[in-house]
């Protein structure tokens, strides 16, 4: 069975400073990876996506992320933070050798607050 | 890029009646659609995973006599609520897929509350 951890239920940064939001993840084979991002009241919209090749990923609005195969994480950065920033943010994976079709599994989320 | 719609974005109901949400995905073809539901500042969880053409395939616990599920084209999902009742009140997010690039595409979500 595949699964994620967000182990920050919230995170808090000062805008302008490099924010970091956690993710690990448990596969029994290779896994895809994504972030999503969500504003209140609305859906997910898409960040980035790790499947293969580069370990690190650059998506929307500036936000990357890296694949530590070894520590198996998937933490979505950004150097310089923004108010506008601030969402609740799921991190996801899906199994590529169970299979399951596109079934992602996803984190609990973390509460992003950028203040002035 | 890829757009999902949904409709209603908010609907309200008595309880006891049924409610018909739609997923259309506007730009590709689907070839398979997620609903999932959210409960306040938790995650999202996955009711059913819908394949146009077949019967959808519900997750453990999941009434599929009280969620119905319709894929009736590769651009189109409709989940029915039936007989709601206050504690089926939720978000209810949808979201479909394409053969590639493998990420799911969500749509904005719907409110139902249930009076």
């Known amino acids: 069975a595949q699964s994620v951890a967000q182990p920050e239920d919230q995170v808090n940064v000062a805008e302008g400073n490099p924010l970091t939001v956690k993710c690990t993840y448990s596969?029994?084979?290779?896994?895809?990876l994504f972030w999503y991002v969500q504003y209140p009241n609305r859906g997910l919209q898409f960040l980035l996506k790790y499947i293969t090749g580069d370990n690190l990923v650059k998506g929307s609005y500036g936000f990357e992320a890296e694949f530590n195969k070894s520590q198996t994480s998937f933490h979505l950065k950004k150097p310089s933070a923004l108010v506008s920033d601030s969402a609740l943010y799921f991190c996801?994976?899906?199994?590529?050798?169970?299979?399951?079709?596109?079934?992602?599994?996803f984190g609990t989320g973390t509460q992003l607050k950028v203040e002035l | 890029g890829a757009v999902v719609s949904q409709h209603p974005s908010r609907v309200i109901c008595k309880s006891g009646t049924s409610v018909k949400i739609e997923c259309r995905s506007l730009?590709?073809?689907?070839?398979?659609m997620f609903w999932y539901r959210q409960f306040p500042k938790q995650s999202l969880m996955l009711m059913a995973t819908?394949?146009?053409?077949?019967?959808?395939?519900?997750e453990q616990g999941v009434e599929k006599d009280k969620f119905l599920i319709n894929h009736a084209s590769l651009t189109l999902s409709t989940l029915t609520v039936t007989s709601a009742h206050p504690e089926d009140s939720s978000f209810y997010i949808c979201?479909?897929?394409?053969?590639?690039?493998?990420?799911?595409?969500f749509g904005p979500g719907t409110r139902l509350t249930v009076l």
């Open positions: 819908s394949n146009e053409g077949s019967k959808a395939t519900y």
């Open positions: 730009d590709f073809q689907a070839t398979t």
């Open positions: 979201s479909a897929t394409r053969l590639a690039p493998h990420e799911q595409f």
């Open positions: 996801a994976v899906r199994d590529l050798v169970t299979g399951g079709g596109n079934k992602l599994t």
């Open positions: 596969v029994s084979g290779n896994p895809y």
